[in-house]
């Protein structure tokens, strides 16, 4: 498969307007002939579903979900980013498009990254439009605060709960067309499969998750918005339905997977209790803008932290970085954490976790001022410890947040399939190896307000695309092979429950593709994958049947991709001999511990092509060009 | 701890439902109460039973998937709490628990504790939003906005679309729900040119709908897991009276929350 990443040329703040005045465009009176699938309804999803329908396109949208309304993106605690420079401090869109690449630790391309600056005023523009309720000054001026990594104010949020707004947003602006008879909505109903007809995505078939039925769609386009694989590690701060069965499904069907293995561990999550745990609990980074973190200089202290004198406390963060402190980006703080722990610092039920402590703000600002910045975090984290954080710190401890990999998609945001797009987490695109905090609601709703809409309408401006229905021969294979896949889950009648199996998987995807990666965890790692996915398939226990609402046959059909995926995670990390944002590989470090990143090798993306089933995939690359961001060594010092 | 569970069990929307009685031992305080039904799952999985179908997703409170009545109080009646943020510190050993789906003619059960709520998205559809395209926005500074008011919206903006006020309300009334989509986009600048037709579209979608009306009663507020006040509903009744007024074709509409 050759490449194509369709790059645009010329200079980098021209890029985006000369490729979007070379786009054909569809005839107005046209649009509404075109039909496109959107498979999930978060950010991307919405955005672009919403924004195709008002140009009037014909979409269909899918979720899981009973509504729209509930997809992760609504999860997103801490703000949105957009070079505004609302503060005046020196922000614009080039800084943000710096910030961003070197942020990603130099692994992701740089007229990507520019267009997602550029974009992003328009943005925080649309979504105030929409009402978003963003905090404001007294003033009525939109109010901002600085983020994980950055050293200007230019995060918009709403409270603690920005992504609910942001989506809210998106999903009201998604029910409006689906009102006016422009959307047609299906939830409940999960995407099991991509039918690829003449080299072009036409179609998905889906389960209707209340009543079993197996569906074909076709269409002219696919979009596939379906967020991030975090759940392979069973534990991540992911809700519980995120999956990666959308884009799995449209890898194996020729769709490249680009940086599997760049996954985000996130510093500031509520530690793990018990072997029920189901999930982990993030709290938003903004704390650490308040919040100062710290160990016990004793190893294994077990004071309580009131009885652990300033002189014995070791501030790890602001000795270690004293430029960026706690605001240290996010792959740095936690390997930072997961160090002084494994030297023994640690505090809490087995010494995992580290604190996060406003003692100090509450006497300079006092308790209100904390309160109105973060009272609804700190209800979260006493709910969920019973611990009071404006008397007692929080602890907190890393834990699985997002995934930068995804599938590969060019500068449109079209897989290597023909007709395949996909949008926000689900594709590789922005973020290199480590995305900085607030980039996430920015990528996806870039991705479905103004990337998206343009670029979908060149492609079907420039196609000529067969007409067809769901009685083509091949839709029909594809529709039975999914009919055929849930018929052998439910017929293996083994003896180990789904969540089993998803949480063993989870624990051999920490230990060996997690935090700290090495050449031989890694191959293990992978063997030990390929072992617990033969038992799968040998001695999973599902009850029930398919014929109406089975929890445990959607999860069983997630869990059989997560298999598949991890291994690929594992064979991607093991590859990749370099140290990188998220990835960091122990035996690629510099003296003093830090990412040892290798241009000269690894500057590049590494894209995976299937070959079926059993069989390893083929690894190509995406050459990085950096023209105007010259890679260095990432300092925070 | 160890629980005895009484959980209403139907197998889908056409069979009759009942409640069966579940042993639930060795819980663990720390458990959130959905793990606690994770872990009675896994058991009835492993006897070769069908586990007990629960809605959930993002387990901290945020996506409003979950929600269910326990001892008959929506999310268990603690306050700002959804199911899933509710930790088994708050029961005793030796606790009989009740557990039921949320009661109401607009929500009918699908499985077990799973009810559908798509007539939330519907009142939505059908009004609640602020009618504007992509790309037709002004500068986001361009528009003031008073401190009070974006924080007013905001309050009533927090809401997840759960349920549990329908769930609550002895007259199954989704007031609360539809009147916090109206603070939220009423408080706001952005929300006044279709203020008048907003409310009218969402009451109208309302009562067809098969909820019931409201008499202000507060369960609603007294269970909302984010506290959502019971002055919405109070905006959202003073501004369909002006707009049946000002807006000529209300005259079809019976009378709001």
């Not at chain 1, 329908?53 to 605690?77: K, N, T, W």
């Not at chain 1, 293996?492 to 060996?512: A, N, Y």
Request: net charge neutral.
């Amino acid at each position: 498969m050759k490449l194509d990443a369709r790059m645009p040329s010329g200079p980098i703040e021209n890029r985006w307007d000369k490729a979007r005045f070379e786009m054909k465009l569809v005839n107005p009176a046209n649009k509404r002939k075109y039909s496109v699938l959107v498979v999930g309804s978060g950010l991307a999803g919405a955005s672009a579903a919403a924004t195709m329908a008002e140009l009037g396109y014909s979409v269909r949208c899918f979720c899981f979900q009973d509504s729209p309304r509930r997809a992760h993106s609504i999860a997103a605690q801490g703000g949105i980013n957009a070079a505004k420079n609302y503060q005046n401090d020196g922000d614009s869109i080039y800084r943000l498009f710096y910030d961003t690449v070197k942020g990603g630790d130099f692994r992701a391309r740089e007229s990507n990254v520019y267009r997602l600056a550029q974009v992003s005023v328009n943005i925080i523009d649309q979504c105030v439009g929409q009402g978003v309720p963003f905090a404001r000054e007294y003033g009525g001026m939109l109010a901002n605060r600085s983020f994980g990594g950055a050293q200007v104010s230019r995060t918009f949020y709403a409270r603690g709960q920005t992504g609910q707004q942001l989506l809210l947003g998106a999903y009201q602006a998604l029910e409006r067309q689906i009102g006016l008879g422009k959307v047609t909505m299906y939830p409940r109903t999960e995407m099991l499969d991509l039918i690829v007809l003449g080299g072009r995505a036409r179609g998905i078939v889906t389960r209707d998750l209340v009543t079993g039925r197996i569906e074909t769609h076709i269409a002219d386009a696919v979009v596939l918005a379906t967020g991030g694989y975090g759940n392979v590690f069973y534990l991540s701060t992911n809700a519980k339905g995120s999956n990666t069965t959308a884009i799995w499904r449209a890898y194996r069907r020729g769709a490249a997977f680009g940086n599997p293995c760049f996954t985000q561990i996130h510093p500031t999550c509520i530690p793990v209790s018990g072997e029920y745990q189901s999930k982990l609990t993030l709290m938003s980074e903004s704390l650490r803008n308040d919040g100062r973190i710290w160990v016990p200089k004793k190893k294994g202290d077990t004071r309580a932290p009131g009885q652990i004198p300033e002189d014995e406390r070791d501030y790890y963060l602001e000795r270690m970085y004293p430029s960026f402190g706690n605001l240290s980006p996010r792959d740095i703080a936690s390997r930072a954490a997961k160090r002084v722990c494994d030297d023994g610092h640690g505090v809490g039920p087995g010494g995992l976790g580290v604190y996060l402590d406003f003692s100090d703000a509450i006497r300079r600002l006092g308790a209100n001022a904390i309160a109105e910045r973060y009272g609804n975090l700190f209800e979260i984290y006493e709910r969920i410890t019973g611990e009071d954080p404006y008397t007692v710190p929080m602890r907190i401890y890393p834990a699985v947040h997002y995934t930068m990999g995804g599938l590969w998609v060019d500068y449109h945001l079209m897989s290597t399939i023909p007709g395949l797009f996909v949008l926000g987490e689900a594709n590789f695109s922005d973020h290199g190896a480590n995305r900085l905090g607030a980039s996430a609601l920015m990528q996806g709703l870039s991705d479905g307000y103004f990337v998206l809409p343009y670029t979908i309408g060149d492609y079907l401006a420039s196609t000529k695309l067969e007409r067809l229905d769901e009685t083509h021969p091949e839709a029909v294979a594809v529709h039975k092979g999914v009919e055929e896949m849930t018929s052998k889950l439910l017929s293996i009648r083994g003896k180990r429950s789904v969540s089993s199996f998803h949480r063993q998987l989870g624990k051999l995807m920490w230990d060996h593709c997690g935090m700290a990666r090495t050449a031989e965890g890694l191959t293990a790692g992978a063997a030990k994958i390929a072992e617990l996915r033969e038992e799968f398939w040998r001695n999973l226990n599902l009850t029930g049947d398919g014929l109406g609402l089975n929890q445990s046959l959607e999860v069983a059909g997630r869990v059989a991709d997560f298999l598949e995926l991890g291994e690929l995670m594992c064979i991607d990390a093991a590859e990749r001999n370099e140290s990188c944002g998220g990835h960091f590989r122990e035996e690629y470090q510099t003296p003093d511990g830090e990412a040892q990143r290798d241009d000269e090798n690894f500057q590049h993306v590494a894209v995976w092509e299937y070959q079926g089933p059993r069989t390893k995939p083929v690894r190509q690359t995406e050459p990085l060009n950096f023209e105007y961001v010259k890679p260095t060594q990432r300092s925070y010092k | 701890m160890n629980l005895t569970l009484h959980v209403w069990r139907q197998k889908d929307n056409a069979s009759a439902g009942r409640m069966v009685r579940y042993a639930a031992p060795g819980v663990n305080e720390h458990m959130s109460f959905l793990e606690m039904l994770d872990v009675v799952n896994e058991g009835l999985i492993d006897r070769g039973g069908e586990p007990v179908a629960f809605e959930h997703d993002c387990r901290e409170g945020i996506c409003g998937s979950c929600g269910f009545m326990i001892n008959g109080v929506a999310h268990g009646g603690y306050k700002n709490t959804t199911v899933c943020q509710l930790h088994m510190r708050h029961f005793q050993d030796g606790d009989e628990v009740w557990i039921e789906p949320w009661r109401s003619a607009a929500f009918p059960v699908i499985k077990d504790l799973v009810v559908d709520r798509s007539a939330f998205d519907r009142i939505i559809a059908n009004g609640g939003f602020v009618s504007i395209s992509t790309g037709s926005a002004p500068d986001g500074n361009a528009l003031p906005v008073r401190k009070m008011d974006a924080e007013l919206a905001m309050d009533a903006a927090a809401c997840i679309g759960c349920g549990a006020c329908v769930a609550a309300c002895p007259n199954a009334s989704a007031a609360l729900f539809a009147g916090a989509k109206l603070a939220h986009l009423s408080h706001l600048p952005q929300g006044q040119p279709e203020r008048h037709e907003r409310s009218l579209a969402v009451v109208r979608q309302m009562n067809r709908e098969l909820f019931g009306a409201c008499t202000n009663i507060g369960e609603c507020e007294a269970t909302c897991p984010k506290g959502i006040p019971l002055e919405v509903i109070a905006r959202m009744n003073a501004d369909f009276l002006q707009a049946s007024w000002r807006e000529r074709p209300a005259a079809d509409l019976v009378a709001a929350g």
